[in-house]
């Protein structure tokens, strides 16, 4: 009898999961900022709590749906290279679009590699006047200063998107932009390719 | 004896300092003249002397490579990680002395009340300042330092420069630099202190370096663009919007996709006139840092373009004069003829 209570307590709390799961992927689509940033912080703890287990390949593995899909990387490797977008081929905006998405995974996967107690907290929303929103939050580091977090998103079709980061009021996007940008202009596009996979390349082996 | 000795050797230090950064600064002086005649091509308006500094960033890594990281490593094989910490914390209260006067400079009151009962804390209750207690109940270091004080009171940050064996700087950050070392005890006692002190800085900075060095795909770029921004931040209090950033890239972007050819020269005007990077979204933003963005070369390029239009000016008199005188030449050619025809 205890068993059969049992059996029926697991098919109850599995149909639960079922119906919050379903739910989860029906809000999807229309998730708001804060949701999109929200779902990405809990998805990459999760990685960091598992970190040393899963391994630099298991963590890619991991953080390739959560960061591809929280993020407008496409746009990201537009606006990075700036007005050199124009004078690129069609196949090699793709290839640097493929190898944009590859180096923002594996450096989210080399950098958040374990876990020691750190939390995302969320402080403030706003949105801009050009129809953008920003997160404001911060990570808690134990025995650290806390960083802060702001998260720049843009509407995509019906999903918000994470467009920028600016980690304690240094502008991710800005960075790469200038970086990209004159690697460009002093030693062009097979260059900056050879040194995007050289940076993969090093994140998988650190 | 020994500490007279100490006394000599630290103001012949200091005295070989600061002909250095005399020294550097004449230097790039002389580079102020020459580069205004040869523009350089560069990405960043901040950065006009970016062929020197190339050079000192690499003269600055090589020494790192060879002589301070070698120390370093040295240094934090030896020591157990507890008392790195406590010879940071100890320098860093000394800092917190500075942090005051400048918090006072900035008539940030109530801050520097905050900062007051920080150092209190920790040089009584923190063991001269070994243990960072007053973190612990609640009084968070701030950071502050001259450099801030001066763009508070609306200094020009001036260009970004590299000075050899200092690192990444703003011309706005020598005299910062030259006022926090006067404020700080740790500069008048003997050569052993200052050393660990320098030891400790570059043994703490092992992590950012590091990451420089993984994340970076041009290490040069990369550590301008983001001292920049993290002065920036600090001098405004992270109140600067960054966010912004964003809109004026998308513009372009936009700018970029709605190029029409009969347009396309107008769009490639718009986007010369309004460059990326966050100096000039800081003047957008708010008129008090306006001049922030106004660096000395910018000064120097704006002689320069007031010359070239002067110059201009006088072709286009010339010219004037040359048309006057050709119209009067017509006029009585023209006159001439009437007068046959008649």
Redesign the interface.
């Known amino acids: 009898m205890a068993l059969k209570n049992m059996k029926l307590a697991v098919i109850f709390i599995f149909c639960v999961l079922m119906a919050a799961h379903t739910s989860v992927q029906a809000e999807e689509s229309s998730a708001t900022a804060k949701q999109v940033v929200d779902k990405f912080q809990t998805e990459l703890i999760a990685v960091m709590k598992n970190g040393k287990q899963l391994g630099y390949a298991g963590r890619y593995e991991k953080l390739n749906d959560p960061v591809s899909n929280s993020h407008d990387l496409t746009k990201i490797a537009?606006?990075v290279i700036?007005?050199e977008?124009?004078k690129l081929s069609e196949a090699q905006q793709q290839k640097l679009v493929d190898v944009f998405v590859r180096l923002s995974v594996a450096?989210y996967a080399?950098n958040f590699k374990d876990y020691s107690g750190e939390s995302f907290v969320f402080d403030s929303e706003e949105e801009?006047?050009?129809g953008?929103v920003?997160v404001h939050s911060h990570l808690l580091i134990p025995d650290d200063?806390p960083v802060?977090f702001?998260y720049?998103l843009?509407e995509k079709g019906t999903s918000w998107r994470i467009?920028?980061i600016?980690a304690?009021?240094?502008?991710d996007?800005?960075?790469k932009?200038?970086?990209?940008?004159?690697?460009l202009?002093r030693e062009g596009f097979d260059a900056?390719i050879a040194?995007?996979n050289e940076?993969i390349d090093?994140?998988s082996k650190? | 004896m020994f500490k007279l000795y100490c006394g000599n050797r630290n103001t012949h230090i200091q005295k070989i300092v600061s002909g250095m950064v005399i020294g550097a600064s004449i230097l790039l002086g002389g580079c102020a003249t020459t580069e205004v005649a040869k523009p350089q091509?560069t990405?960043?308006k901040a950065d006009p002397y970016e062929h020197f500094n190339r050079t000192m960033f690499t003269f600055n890594d090589h020494v790192d490579d060879y002589v301070a990281k070698p120390i370093s490593d040295g240094y934090r094989w030896i020591t157990p990680q507890f008392m790195q910490t406590g010879v940071y914390n100890f320098f860093s209260n000394l800092k917190d002395i500075n942090v005051v006067i400048n918090d006072v400079l900035q008539a940030k009151f109530e801050q520097s009340a905050h900062d007051t009962g920080r150092l209190a804390v920790n040089t009584t209750m923190g063991l001269a300042g070994f243990v960072d207690v007053a973190s612990r109940v609640g009084l968070?270091?701030n950071e502050e330092d001259f450099e801030q004080t001066l763009a508070v009171w609306g200094v020009p940050q001036g260009s970004y420069l590299v000075l050899p064996l200092l690192g990444p700087s703003t011309v706005r950050g020598i005299p910062g630099s030259v006022f926090d070392t006067a404020a700080n005890p740790s500069s008048y006692v003997g050569m052993p202190v200052q050393l660990i002190s320098m030891i400790n800085t570059r043994a703490s900075a092992e992590g950012s370096l590091k990451f420089i060095d993984?994340?970076?795909?041009?290490p040069y770029?990369?550590t301008?663009?983001?001292f920049l921004?993290?002065r920036?931040?600090?001098a405004t209090d992270?109140k600067?919007?960054?966010?912004?950033?964003?809109?004026n890239?998308?513009d372009?972007?936009l700018a970029?996709d709605k190029?029409t050819p009969s347009k396309k020269g107008l769009s490639a005007e718009s986007?010369t006139a309004t460059p990326?990077?966050?100096t000039l979204r800081l003047d957008e933003e708010s008129k008090e840092f306006k001049q922030t963005s106004n660096s000395f070369s910018s000064a120097s390029k704006s002689f320069d373009t007031t010359s070239k239009s002067f110059e201009e000016a006088t072709h286009k008199l010339d010219k004037l004069k040359k048309s006057k005188k050709l119209r009067k030449h017509r006029y009585h050619f023209s006159h001439g003829n009437y007068s046959t025809v008649k």
């Open positions: 537009r606006i700036g007005k977008w124009e450096s080399h801009t006047t050009r953008g920003v200063k802060k702001d720049m843009k467009i920028n600016i304690n009021g240094v502008s996007l800005a960075l932009r200038s970086e990209y940008t004159t690697i202009q900056l040194k995007i940076k090093n994140y650190l | 091509e990405a960043n968070e270091k993984e994340a970076s795909l041009d770029v990369f301008r663009e983001s921004q993290w920036n931040n600090l992270g600067t919007e960054a966010s912004l950033d964003v809109d890239f998308e372009e972007l970029g190029d986007n990326p990077g966050f």
